[in-house]
C-alpha cells in the first residue's frame, strides 16, 4: 500500500538512479533539479548515501557509486531467479508463434541458454538447458555481442582465437563487426544457419530500463521461408515478449 512506503527511501534511490541513466559523476545541483528538491535537502541525501557507502565523494561537491554495488549487478543475474521469471513468458511466446523459443545469458563469450519453450506440435528443434552458443555465428551470440560495450568487444575480438573463430579472417571479422553495428540499430538478430545447417533463428534483447541487456529471447528452428514471410510478426511478438520480461522485472512486490 501507498501509505506503508518511506518517502525518503525512494528519493535516494531515484538519485541512484540517475548514475543508470548513465551518469559517472553527480553534484548536489544535479541532485536537486533531477527530484525537485532544495539544495540542502539534496545534500542531505548525498553525504547520507556516502555514509552508507552507496556513494563516494571523488572531489569536493562531486560524487560518483560507492564501491559496494561492485558485484551486486552479477549477484542479481547469478541467484538463479531469472530463468524462473522469464519461463512463463517464454511459454506465451511459444504458444502465439508456434514456434519453439529460448532465453540465455552471457558467460565466458558464450550464449548459455537459461531457459526455453516448446510449441504443440510433433516436430521441432529442441535444445538442453545449459547449452552454449558460439557468439560469431548466433543470432543469441550475435546479439550479446551487439550490446557490449566498446571495452568488452574489443577484449573479445583480441582473443577470437579462442571464441572459436580460428578459421575466420580479418576481412569476416571486419563484417561481423559491421553486422553488430546493424544489429544494434535494428534491435534484433538471426542465425541464418550459420552454426549448424536447417537451424534459423530470431533473437531480440531483454533489457532494463535504461537499456542494459540482461537476457535475450528468440524464436528458433523456423526454416529460413518461415522467417522471411513472417519475420515482421515475429519479431513484434519477441519484442512484446521483451517488454513484458522488463515490466515483470521491475514491477514493484
Known sequence: MTSQLN????????????????????????????????????????????HAGALRASARGVFRLGYMFADLGDRVLRDGDLPTLL???????????????????????????????????PLYVDIRIGSKLDAFCTAHGKLWLAYMSADDQARYFKNATLTGMTDHTITD??????????IRAQGFSTNNGERENDIYAIAVPVTTQ?????????????????????????IAKLTAAAHTAQSTLYRPA
Not at 101 to 121: G, N, Q
Not at 173 to 182: A, R
Open 7 to 50: 518517502g525518503s527511501v525512494l528519493k535516494a534511490f531515484k538519485i541512484l538512479d540517475l548514475f543508470a541513466s548513465g551518469k559517472s559523476e553527480l553534484t548536489a545541483r544535479e541532485t536537486a533539479d533531477a527530484l525537485g528538491i532544495n539544495m540542502i535537502t539534496a545534500h542531505r541525501f548525498l553525504h547520507t548515501l556516502v
Open 87 to 121: 519461463q512463463p513468458i517464454l511459454d506465451q511466446l511459444a504458444l502465439e508463434t508456434g514456434e519453439a523459443c529460448m532465453a540465455t545469458e552471457f558467460d565466458r563469450d558464450m550464449a548459455v541458454c537459461i531457459a526455453k519453450a516448446l510449441p504443440d506440435r
Open 173 to 182: 571479422i571486419k563484417t561481423l563487426k559491421s553486422e553488430l553495428e546493424t
Open 210 to 234: 535504461h537499456g542494459k541487456m540482461i537476457s535475450a529471447f528468440s524464436v528458433f528452428g523456423a526454416s529460413p521461408a518461415t522467417l522471411d514471410q513472417n519475420r515482421m510478426d515475429l
